[in-house]
């Protein structure tokens, strides 16, 4: 059976989950009348320390709204360069917002700092809370790109309220980590959170009987935020195992590994023997630990890898010593 390693979207929803699916009262929540969709809103709520919350489809339409709802046009939006707002999100401040982007220090024009927790592109790496309000101020807000937020808080053992009150908004996904089909959703004040529902609704993210959703997310909320720790734990075991090509320090459910060679090929030649990961660029490899994916799958996994990567060193080196 294959093992796929690719992502943490990759799981499927627990039979459990479908359960909670299928009894879940539901409403139009174009009218805010689905009962599982305000009860996740508030739980999420509560969790975070925040007034109030918004579920929507994707982390992606999370952000956006997030920021949307607290900047106009033409003001400086703060984005590291490795974030996935910056790389994977087709470009929706300059496009959609019209913002400038910054991604140095604040200069005057920034209305909004951006953090990511974990740092999806630097190995899910934790930022302890003081570096998630670093740029705060009286004119410039915090949003929290926090899809594997719940990672971070597993990780660490530091509440979810401690870094809501870091932050003006947070956005925090249910599709990865916590297993659900579909939704983030995004947390911060009754008025902001209101601005964000009418973004939400103009770029036609407005849903209906959204509560079978709510649910599958409300489940992954209570049922398996505390076994994120077994993902974080597979994930050191492949660190254990594959520490010659580790490419930074295993934190959390992600790991990357530097390739000898060609990184495709890996993945390529994994791929030919049931292991899915994905190639980063030339030289990289990604894998990410789940729900779907237990500790025996993992082990095997790592020895699929450890076998392909030693032998790819070996290619390599032949390569490059006959081309000389
Ligand atoms: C996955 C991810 C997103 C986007 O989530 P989607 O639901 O795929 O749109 C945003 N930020 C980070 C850090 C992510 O890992």
């Known amino acids: 059976m294959t093992i796929d390693l690719r992502s943490d979207t990759v799981t499927r929803p627990t039979p459990a989950m479908r359960a909670a699916m299928a009894r879940a009262e539901l409403g139009d929540d174009g009218y805010r009348e689905d009962p599982s969709v305000r009860a996740l809103e508030e739980e999420m709520a509560d969790l975070f320390g925040h007034e ?30 490795m974030s996935h707002i910056f790389r994977s999100e ?10 400038r982007l910054h991604t140095e220090a604040p200069a005057e024009s920034v209305t909004v700092a951006c953090v990511e927790q974990t740092q999806g592109n630097q190995g899910g790496r934790v930022l302890p809370p003081d570096a998630l309000d670093r740029h705060r101020g009286p004119t ?29 908004t947070l956005a925090a996904c249910f599709s990865k980590g916590l297993g659900a089909p579909v ?5 911060g004040s009754r008025e902001t959170i209101a601005r964000a529902r009418d973004w939400r609704h103009l770029l036609g993210g407005r849903m209906r009987q959204a509560g079978v959703l709510a649910a599958a ?3 992954g909320l209570r049922e398996h935020r505390a076994r994120l720790v077994d993902d974080h734990a597979n994930a050191a075991l492949l660190a254990a195992a ?14 990357f590994l530097r390739t000898p060679g060609s990184a495709p090929a890996v993945e390529e030649r994994c791929r030919e023997q049931g292991v899915l990961v994905r190639a980063f660029g030339a030289d990289q490899i990604r894998i990410v630990t789940h729900l779907d994916v237990g500790t025996a799958q993992v082990t095997q996994a790592a020895d699929v890898l450890a076998q392909v990567l030693s032998s790819t060193g070996e290619h390599s080196r032949t390569d490059s010593s006959s081309s000389t």
């Open 90 to 99: 087709r470009g929706w401040p300059e496009r959609i917002t019209r913002l």
């Open 242 to 255: 594959l520490q010659p090509w580790l490419e930074v320090p295993v934190e959390t459910n992600i790991v």
């Open 52 to 81: 109030a919350a918004l579920f929507v489809p994707s982390g992606h339409m999370a952000n956006l709204v997030a920021v949307a709802a607290q900047t106009h046009p033409g003001d400086g939006l703060l984005l590291d360069e």
């Open 217 to 219: 997310a409300h489940h």
């Open 140 to 168: 410039v807000r915090v949003h929290c790109d926090g899809a594997r937020v719940w990672n971070a808080a597993a990780a660490t053992g530091i509440g979810l309220a401690e870094y809501g009150a870091r932050v003006d």
């Open 183 to 187: 939704g983030s959703a995004v947390v």
